[in-house]
């Protein structure tokens, strides 16, 4: 058996609906901001009793940088893992949810509807996500059975494993909530998985609320 600690990156300007606003972020590489670095360490401290094992997390300085203090805490290195990448937004990338309903209406409307069916122009696919989270968790049961292990990455590419993980399809995508420095946890038994917990945020220094943010992907 395996024991996922799933994370998702604490908070960057481009999460909080500030002056930024909401951005579809995917491969740009933001930093985390001050509330994202405090929300890393609340994650670290609250698995600081854990008898974790390894760390990986997606390349991109946000999740890394969320990753580092739980490595740090259990005296591991930082294992970058390419299946934790986020998605890939093509077009739509690094553009606000304004200036994409505007360009692309029809296809906005549908990403928000059914996000499944979309093909984001120049990007990727949720199957294609999936797909690349399916092979990187099929080397973690492989290489870390009987072990717990943390993997930090990003919104879409935590719902799309969650949805892998629980056995629904993507059209689950908007159903399977990932605030920013919260905490899942499975245990993965050949191809049976068991939720623990799943976005968990108690340990946060705020907790979000429940229309804090317009539901937009990471």
């Not at 920013?180 to 038994?189: A, E, P, S, T, V």
Request: charge should be negative; hydrophobic fraction near 40%; aromatic fraction near 6%.
């Amino acid at each position: 058996m395996l024991r996922i600690i799933l994370v998702r990156h604490g908070q960057t300007d481009w999460n909080d609906g500030g002056a930024a606003g909401q951005h579809f972020r995917g491969r740009i590489d933001l930093a985390l901001n001050a509330t994202g670095r405090a929300q890393a360490q609340a994650v670290a401290d609250c698995l600081a009793l854990v008898g974790v094992h390894a760390v990986y997390t997606s390349p991109l300085q946000r999740a890394v940088d969320t990753a580092r203090p739980i490595a740090q805490r259990h005296q591991l290195s930082v294992e970058p893992l390419p299946a934790l990448l986020d998605i890939d937004y093509g077009q739509w990338g690094g553009r606000s949810h304004r200036e994409i309903k505007t360009q692309w209406p029809d296809l906005y409307e549908q990403w928000m509807a059914a996000p499944h069916l979309v093909q984001i122009p120049g990007g990727e696919s949720l199957d294609v996500v999936r797909e690349r989270i399916e092979a990187g968790l099929e080397m973690l049961a492989e290489r870390h059975d009987g072990q717990i292990v943390v993997l930090v990455g990003h919104q879409v590419v935590n719902k799309v494993m969650v949805c892998k993980l629980l056995g629904l399809d993507n059209s689950a995508f908007w159903r399977i909530r990932q605030d920013n420095g919260c905490i899942n946890r499975f245990d993965l038994c050949g191809q049976i998985a068991t939720a623990l917990t799943i976005n968990e945020v108690c340990h946060l220094p705020t907790h979000p609320q429940p229309l804090d943010e317009l539901p937009a992907a990471d």
